[in-house]
């Protein structure tokens, strides 16, 4: 079975595109084209998110600091280049995990309860 089967039917009615933007397990998910049930990336799309959220974001104040001018003489290279650097880290904390979503781990019920549904 695909990554991009829907979990209730079992049909294949998502791509890449659809599954980046379905969300994670807090979030209400998008409904299935075949089955219109809701769908969401898994348990394990949502925890790698996360630890990747966070390592990215530990990175990006340390390099931060690091690049500080006290440490200039230490650390020339992050003095000069960590702007850039947690630039590009800031970026990453945007799109790895849509990335990840896109081409990496099955998609889950949607469990978030919606109340605008009847
Ligand atoms: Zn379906």
């Not at 219109?36 to 394990?44: E, I, T, W, Y």
């Not at 998110?49 to 990175?59: K, P, R, W």
């Not at 290279?77 to 081409?103: C, K, Q, T, W």
């Amino acid at each position: 079975m695909s990554i991009y089967n829907c979990p209730h039917c079992g049909k294949r009615t998502f791509n890449p595109w659809t599954k980046a933007f379905a969300g994670q397990l807090n979030s209400y998910g998008k409904p299935c084209q075949e089955c219109g049930r809701r769908v969401v990336n898994g348990k394990a799309a949502t925890i790698f998110n996360a630890v990747y959220s966070t390592l990215a974001i530990a990175a990006l104040i340390v390099i931060y600091l690091l690049g500080d001018v006290k440490y200039n003489e230490r650390f020339p290279f992050i003095h000069h280049y960590g702007f850039l650097i947690n630039i590009g880290l800031f970026l990453s904390i945007l799109l790895v995990p849509r990335l990840v979503n896109a081409f990496c781990f099955p998609l889950d019920k949607a469990i978030k309860i919606d109340l605008n549904r009847r």
